[in-house]
């Protein structure tokens, strides 16, 4: 995620970093070279392709297709702050859990302080799982590092690594429930935050696995790129050598936009736009290193104004 002050009024127009015109450069460079190849040659395809009509038919298209591409930037930009709203669920859950932890399984025992330990190590591991899986990673080696030895060489044949490192972690409080270490209602406390956090890891799967319709996005790209190739005809004419300077605007506009809402809808990539699951896992990482008394991590930093 770009993370960055407003630049000023001279700065923002040369701004590189974050903005989306590397990616359709090539299309705003074709575009602009054809429609001075069109007027041009305005006066020999002028008799044999007359556009009478001007250019009240391409503000009506033009205008139609605004609105859709606000439709459908508008369902990305909700499926992005979903997937924020989620990922800050979990360090809700997380910092709930710790706090549970700590509370009802006090270090005045061995037993007790093995246990909580345990609990956090899998419960970091559930993190790094979630977020390996997410960003396209080995899940399973990512919580490897914070599982008991014995574990680790199940979780390759594991569905999913992070709900078996919750699983476990319901099976280690369940075994002290048994052995009366924790009573019915403390479970039960710990239950809900396993439910929150199973929760979480529902979302981010259902987010990344239900993307737009591919026909929404594909009417959406053919429209655009018709509207700009016929655009220079109906310019050519009236604005004559301003015409490439107007059809390079409404292509960075619209490819702009078409380009921005394919980052957001899928947040959970490592596009410049997309959530910093990188810096949010450090957040996590921390609340579980504080729980143990261990140092706290510092936070990610923007390299270049790019929070991973």
Excluded at 243 to 254: E, I, N
Aim: charged share 15%.
């Amino acid at each position: 995620m770009i993370v960055r002050p407003r630049p000023g009024a001279l700065a923002i127009l040369f701004a590189w970093r974050g903005s989306i015109l590397p990616q359709i450069a090539p299309q705003v460079v074709a575009l602009t070279a054809m429609s001075c190849l069109v007027v041009a040659t305005e006066r020999g395809w002028a008799h044999a392709i007359p556009l009478n009509a001007g250019i009240g038919p391409f503000t009506l298209i033009g205008l139609a297709l605004s609105i859709f591409l606000s439709f459908r930037n508008n369902a990305c930009y909700d499926r992005w702050w979903e997937a924020r709203k989620v990922w800050g669920a979990l360090i809700v859950e997380t910092r709930g859990l710790a706090r549970l932890l700590g509370a009802l399984l006090p270090a005045d025992g061995a037993g007790n302080e093995a246990l909580r330990r345990r609990c956090l190590d899998r419960l970091a591991g559930f993190a790094h799982a979630l977020h390996a899986r997410l960003r396209g990673r080995d899940a399973a080696a990512a919580a490897a590092p914070f599982l008991p030895e014995a574990e680790r060489g199940r979780l390759a044949a594991c569905a999913s690594p992070a709900d078996a490192a919750l699983s476990n972690l319901a099976a280690d409080l369940g075994a002290a429930l048994r052995e009366g270490s924790l009573s019915d209602v403390s479970f039960g406390l710990f239950e809900q935050k396993l439910a929150g956090l199973s929760g979480v890891q529902a979302a981010c799967e259902r987010i990344q696995g239900t993307p737009l319709p591919f026909a929404y996005t594909l009417l959406l790209y053919r429209t655009a790129w018709l509207y700009c190739l016929l655009l220079p005809f109906g310019l050519a004419a009236s604005l004559g050598w301003g015409t490439p300077v107007a059809t390079a605007l409404v292509a960075y506009t619209f490819f702009g936009l078409d380009a921005l809402g394919d980052e957001l809808e899928e947040p959970f990539g490592s596009a410049a736009n997309d959530l910093p699951l990188d810096a949010l896992l450090r957040t996590v990482d921390g609340v579980v290193q504080d729980a143990l008394g261990a140092p706290v991590p510092p936070p990610l930093a923007p390299e270049r104004y790019w929070l991973r």
